[in-house]
């Protein structure tokens, strides 16, 4: 048996000659793809920094490479449903910028839409972008490393990633502590008694954050001239068993100001101990009734 007759044999109805061809240009097809979409990554890695300098922002890039690399794997999947008998017209409508709209809206849940969609705002209003340090409504805290079609992803502390779908993003409180200045106040807080010296108590406080390599000037010109000390100590509240002493001690970003409070607390409490200040707190007399 030679190698056409071979080629003429039928498995389950179909000719090996064409089961052969199919297997050929469903691989073309595969390697065109992933060659397309390598050449697409590489052209968007390339144009975002040319001599040295940022040509297009890492954001926006990330995200437009991921629609673009979206559309090329949709018009493979249109080519390789072309070579099967009867779907070249569900092929044709793929590939027709229609049809692509119909299929998305017809296939894509509501919520992945308004993900996308969602994405799409924060990639051109910008309330923060890749490698910012936010916090989300008060809870999630941490640095933004990708943001995607469905969702941003975020690296807490913990070096653990966080993936927030981008439509509860959009309606989310971020705070962006990468916009803008990027100094950050950290309120040091600690009680004293109520038979403590308040003056003497607050002078230490503030010799002891004087004293730490991350505290930073942040007066403006006409605080200087008015006299206003570089760390203001004040009296914060009243409780029912101290009186709440307040530093507003600065540092140059949001890490440095957490690692500085975390050092004072320390620093204050070992200072105050020394200088005979007592930091109170509250205890309970138990009276038990004989029966």
């Known amino acids: 048996m030679d190698m056409k007759e071979i080629l003429d044999l039928s498995l389950f109805g179909l000719s090996l000659r064409w089961v052969v061809a199919f297997c050929v240009k469903a691989a073309v097809i595969f390697l065109f793809v992933r060659l397309v979409t390598a050449f697409i990554k590489y052209l968007f890695r390339r144009s975002m920094r040319r001599q040295g300098k940022v040509v297009i922002d890492e954001t926006k890039a990330g995200f437009i490479r ?4 979206a559309l090329v794997y949709i018009i493979g999947v249109a080519a390789f449903l072309s070579l099967i008998p009867g779907m ?4 044709n409508s793929i590939l027709a910028s229609a049809g692509i709209g119909a299929m998305a809206v017809g296939l894509a849940s509501q919520d992945a839409l308004s993900n996308i969609v969602g994405g799409l705002f924060i990639i051109f ?20 490393t990708e943001i995607t079609l469905r969702h941003t992803v975020i690296r807490n502390a913990e070096n653990r990633m966080i993936l927030i779908p981008n439509n509860k993003m959009n309606s989310s409180t971020v705070v962006n502590s990468s916009y803008g200045e990027t100094a950050t106040c950290a309120f040091v807080e600690v009680g004293v008694s109520y038979d403590t010296d308040l003056d003497r108590a ?24 008015a006299g206003v000390p570089q760390v203001v100590v004040r009296v914060t509240n009243l409780g029912d068993s101290a009186i709440t002493l307040r530093a507003w001690a600065w540092a140059d970003t949001t890490g440095g100001a957490f690692a500085m409070k ?12 020394r200088e005979g200040i007592e930091i109170p707190y509250p205890y309970y007399n138990q009276i038990v009734k004989q029966a």
Do not use: Y
């Open 202 to 225: 607050m002078e230490v406080m503030r010799e002891v954050v004087m004293a730490h390599k991350l505290l930073i000037d942040h007066r403006t010109d006409e605080e200087r001239k």
């Open 125 to 144: 209003s910008r309330p923060f972008k890749v490698g910012d340090f936010i916090m989300v409504d008060s809870v999630i805290t941490g640095t933004v």
């Open 66 to 69: 991921q629609i673009v690399v």
């Open 88 to 91: 070249e017209k569900v092929s």
């Open 262 to 273: 975390c050092d004072l607390l320390k620093e204050i409490k070992e200072r105050f101990d």
